[in-house]
């Protein structure tokens, strides 16, 4: 018989995928008393958490939206543009692209906005509180949030994001050219306005703080294992016997964390979700002489430019394929020029180049909650664009609901996670 007994200090945990969302998880966990395993077939740090801009978002605006199905015609024509699907993809994720459809709708994208600053909203105290007393805490940066726009017919067109952060009270400056110019000098002159959120961080390295987070949670005493896992099979018990190329697992309990390859092992703990590839690029450069204080997203060619510790990094496009096609770097490339325009005097050189995938769901929100088979497993994967921002209270929200979500005492209204629910 199925074992509904709460998680508890003592149990074995273990988490599949060593990503930010399954390291932030497994210092969360072993600092609650639990035996962890952080499990990857790489090393952590090494999947979409490897590249991406930093950016920790108070953010409100879930991709799917009303008026979207009518830009994207526009946009996949556009070789600059931020959209990429191939044909076969449409095809092959029919289901996602229609259920995305279906958020676009006023009501729910105002109930998918509300569900997720519900989370952004304590990503970043949820952050500082994870990294405190460990080296990661230089890596963040307390400079919020800035998009720029080069028109106003840009600006205007843009108005939606910032009515979903106005009708969620975050807190939200728009700047004028002059202001935008105290802030940020060094950037282009032809941007005209610009959208500041305070509350943003900025972590000057994702991959080192993955690396961190990873090696903070081998000190607490978790086991990291370099393992590939091909197999979960539910007991009669609830128990998750996990199988991978080395060993068999008999853990207490399992989190899935395997970011955009979550699918399969959802599927065999109970659920078939929404999840696809969202697939990300981004080019490195040099420092500049005359750089960036944070990252800046030019919202018209959706595109950032983020002052890494390492190297100036842009990052870019939402490309539809298969998860394991090769990665095509034109669009990139073609953007590299319009990196230049944005901060004279950058180096164009592409240093290195780097292609990841984004656990993508049609409402914007992840798959938070446990699996359906068994109270045993957890699922905390589909992040969407806000994977390292979701990471740190992901990973506390997990903790406080699995916790308590058999004890009776699950009537505290932060541990609700229905809005995330596997079966949605
Ligand atoms: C270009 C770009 C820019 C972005 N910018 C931002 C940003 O500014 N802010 C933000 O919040 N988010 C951003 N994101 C999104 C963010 O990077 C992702 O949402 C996040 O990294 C997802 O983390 P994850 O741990 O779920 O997945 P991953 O980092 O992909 O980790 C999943 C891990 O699971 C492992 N795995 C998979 N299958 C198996 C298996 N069978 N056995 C063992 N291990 C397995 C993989 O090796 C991988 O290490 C960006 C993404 C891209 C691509």
Avoid at 108 to 125: G, K
Wanted: proline share 8%; with cysteine.
């Amino acid at each position: 018989m199925t074992d509904h007994s709460p998680a508890q200090p003592g149990e074995t945990l273990l988490i599949l995928g060593a990503g930010l969302v399954g390291s932030a998880a497994a210092v969360t966990f072993a600092r609650r008393g639990f035996k962890v395993t952080l499990m990857d077939r790489d090393l952590p740090g090494s999947g979409a958490s490897h590249g991406n801009a930093g950016g920790i978002v108070p953010s409100a605006s879930p991709l799917a939206q009303p008026g979207l199905p009518f830009d994207v015609p526009k946009m996949l024509f556009d070789p600059l543009g931020p959209l990429s699907l191939k044909p076969v993809q449409a095809i092959k994720s029919f289901p996602w692209f229609l259920r995305f459809l279906k958020e676009c709708s006023a009501a729910r994208a105002e109930d998918n906005s509300i569900a997720l600053y519900a989370l952004t909203r304590d990503a970043a105290p949820a952050w500082k509180e994870l990294v405190r007393g460990t080296p990661a805490e230089s890596l963040l940066r307390d400079v919020g949030w800035l998009k720029v726009y080069s028109s106003d017919e840009g600006f205007r067109n843009h108005a939606p994001e910032r009515d979903f952060l106005k009708r969620r009270g975050a807190p939200l400056e728009l700047l004028s050219q002059d202001e935008l110019r105290r802030m940020e000098p060094n950037l282009a002159k032809f941007f005209v306005r610009a959208m500041w959120q305070p509350d943003g961080l900025f972590v000057r390295n994702p991959r080192r703080l993955c690396e961190i987070m990873a090696e903070t949670a081998r000190e607490l005493g978790a086991a990291i294992l370099q393992e590939q896992a091909t197999d979960l099979a539910v007991q009669p018990d609830g128990r998750v016997v996990v199988t991978t190329d080395r060993a068999i697992h008999r853990p207490d309990r399992v989190m899935i964390c395997a970011g955009a390859y979550s699918k399969r092992f959802a599927k065999q703990l109970g659920a078939a979700p929404m999840l696809v590839a969202e697939r990300g690029y981004h080019a490195m450069f040099d420092v500049p002489e005359k750089g960036l204080e944070r990252p800046v997203f030019w919202v018209e060619n959706s595109m950032v430019l983020c002052p890494m510790e390492h190297g100036m990094r842009l990052t870019t496009q939402s490309e539809f394929t298969d998860i394991d096609a090769p990665p095509d770097f034109r669009r990139l490339e073609r953007l590299v020029a319009e990196a230049g325009r944005m901060l004279p005097g950058l180096d164009t050189t592409i240093r290195d180049r780097w292609m990841g995938r984004r656990p993508s769901t049609p409402d914007s929100l992840p798959y938070l909650g446990p699996a359906p088979a068994t109270p045993r497993a957890f699922f905390n994967f589909g992040h969407n664009h806000l994977g390292l921002t979701l990471s740190a209270v992901s990973a506390r929200r997990a903790a406080d609901a699995w916790m308590d979500a058999w004890t009776g005492r699950n009537d505290h209204s932060s541990h609700d996670l229905s809005k995330y629910r596997a079966l949605r």
